[in-house]
């Protein structure tokens, strides 16, 4: 399968995947079966990644190792793109072609069908558009985008292992864990906005741990709102998600987006609770 990789030297940041013309639908995440398990092991089969024959061959960016390390960042957006879900990673320039990243991915059953980079102040950007091999389309199902957003995570600190510390991942299967505790209690914050006349923004933002997109979009499901789309940031040892919710077709009521916020907010703070009730 060829994959288009920008050739020659570094653009800016602007518009790397333009929108489609006209409107569309955005396609819905299929919500999360209510027995299905919300945990998410890095030494699942579908987790394993086939490492490269060595990070010369796939690291072509700088990987200079100076006394401040950026900012750890991927981003999984099913917003922008109406027939794939984009993938952005950065960690400042020290990044390169990230082909053993894209391996990775298509062992995960999925196609990267279209691969950029760009450059702006705060370093060098590697965005994919992926689809599942299976349907062409894009990735509907949480357990399978946590598992990209691991995958993708692994593949940096194995990398690039200094930055384990700037991530939370790095307490679970980095070399390093972070040097920073973050509090629970003061990361995290719930917001809910109404977006239009059929659907409500939902704005979550709190501690990093492996598994969080899942356990998220099943607590959603559980009180019957339907998730339509969305983005889901990790940033160094936060992560921040937004997520178009609607309830049977409309936005969320007041009292409705009250049980919402609390049932995250409960979540959130007791992470290790296995059968809260809500």
């Not at 969080?212 to 607590?219: G, M, Q, T």
Request: with cysteine.
């Amino acid at each position: 399968m060829a994959v288009a990789v920008a050739a020659g030297t570094l653009r800016t940041c602007s518009g790397v995947f333009p929108p489609a013309s006209g409107n569309h639908q955005l396609a819905r995440w299929r919500p999360l079966a209510p027995a299905a398990p919300a945990k998410l092991r890095l030494l699942s089969p579908a987790l394993r990644i086939t490492s490269a024959a060595s990070p010369a061959a796939v690291e072509n960016g700088s990987s200079s190792n100076t006394d401040t390390v950026p900012t750890p960042k991927v981003i999984i957006d099913q917003d922008s793109d109406p027939d794939a879900t984009i993938v952005e990673v950065t960690l400042g320039d020290r990044l390169g072609d990230l082909l053993d990243t894209m391996s990775a991915l298509r062992n995960l059953g999925l196609n990267v069908v279209k691969a950029s980079v760009c450059l702006d102040s705060s370093g060098k950007h590697n965005k994919f558009a992926i689809t599942k091999s299976s349907t062409g389309r894009k990735i509907d199902d949480p357990e399978l985008l946590e598992a990209v957003r691991l995958t993708i995570i692994n593949n940096m600190l194995e990398y690039h292992p200094e930055a384990s510390s700037q991530l939370a991942m790095g307490a679970t299967f980095g070399l390093e864990p972070p040097t920073e505790v973050v509090d629970v209690d003061i990361a995290t914050h719930i917001e809910i906005y109404d977006d239009g006349p059929e659907r409500s923004l939902l704005v979550v933002e709190s501690a990093d741990r492996p598994g969080l997109l899942v356990d998220l979009v099943k607590i959603i499901a559980d009180i019957n709102i339907t998730v339509q789309s969305g983005e889901f940031d990790t940033e160094g040892l936060l992560a921040k998600a937004k997520f178009h919710v609607s309830y049977r077709g409309k936005p969320l009521i007041k009292a409705l987006q009250q049980v919402l916020a609390n049932s995250l907010r409960y979540f959130l703070r007791r992470p290790t609770t296995e059968d809260a009730s809500f």
